[in-house]
């Protein structure tokens, strides 16, 4: 059964830093690409940065300078590490691993976690 847990959430000042870590269980991420998003109230869930298996990394442009994203194979995690934060990076932040480009049927399933919330706020 794969899962993907969140951690790191918290409130922070404008400006200051946060890091999110994603590990997952009952899969191995190396193979695939991995992906963070968010949801902010009454807002739909928006792509914030992906990494490819072999490090790549494409970033949302209002995240791009301040947000990097990283991958620990030896861990199995996906992490985010979120600089230089504003009121308006206020939301629910999501792993997610999308294996439909890569499985048909059953095995290709999109893979969300349970979210954790960052709230940046003087």
């Known amino acids: 059964q794969v899962q993907l847990v969140e951690s790191g959430g918290g409130s922070v000042q404008p400006g200051e830093s946060l890091g999110l870590s994603c590990a997952a269980s009952?899969?191995?991420?190396?193979?695939?690409?991995v992906g963070w998003y968010r949801q902010a109230p009454g807002k739909q869930r928006e792509l914030v940065a992906q990494?490819?298996?072999?490090?790549?990394?494409d970033y949302a442009e209002f995240v791009k300078g301040r947000f990097t994203i990283s991958r620990d194979n030896s861990k199995n995690t996906v992490d985010l590490q979120m600089s230089t934060l504003r009121p308006e990076d206020t939301a629910v932040y999501f792993c997610?691993?999308?294996?439909?480009?890569?499985?048909?049927?059953?095995?290709?399933?999109?893979?969300w976690g349970q979210g954790t919330q960052v709230t940046v706020s003087s």
């Open positions: 990494i490819t298996r072999d490090g790549s990394a």
């Open positions: 009952g899969i191995d991420f190396l193979p695939y690409t």
């Open positions: 997610n691993l999308d294996l439909r480009p890569y499985y048909l049927g059953s095995r290709g399933a999109n893979y």
